[in-house]
């Protein structure tokens, strides 16, 4: 059986303390993420775990009333029989502003694959 970790890198306009608070607290009330990261000046949010990318970014959406554009979706699989054998080793960049790796299938590494 696959189990299926996402990693996705979603562009929300933060434009204050409150609009940062609001999205916090919408990514917080998610138990289904299991890692989060909010970059304030770079408008960007990277969310982890097992979810579905589409639903996260509907929920974040209807919560903060914000809009919401995915930029990239990272998917790591994990084996029970070859639990460090990963699909693709190919990094994906995007103006050298950040980088997502697929080198590990631990979901509690998947945070720094997903920024470098």
Not at 11 to 26: E, M
Not at 47 to 72: M, W
Not at 93 to 109: C, F, G, I, K
Request: some cysteine; charged content about 30%.
């Amino acid at each position: 059986m696959t189990v299926k970790y996402f990693c996705m890198v979603m562009r929300i306009n933060i434009d204050c303390s409150g609009c940062y608070r609001k999205v916090k607290r919408a990514l917080l009330d998610m138990p289904e993420l299991e890692i989060h990261l909010l970059e304030k000046k770079q408008t960007r949010v990277i969310v982890g775990g097992r979810i579905i990318p589409q639903d996260v970014a509907i929920k974040i959406r209807k919560k903060t009333n914000r809009r919401v554009e995915i930029l990239d979706i990272q998917e790591f699989s994990e084996d029970n029989n070859d639990a460090e054998i990963m699909e693709d080793h190919k990094p994906i960049t995007n103006n050298n502003s950040w980088t997502l790796l697929a080198t590990t299938t631990h979901p509690h590494q998947i945070m720094e694959t997903c920024m470098v």
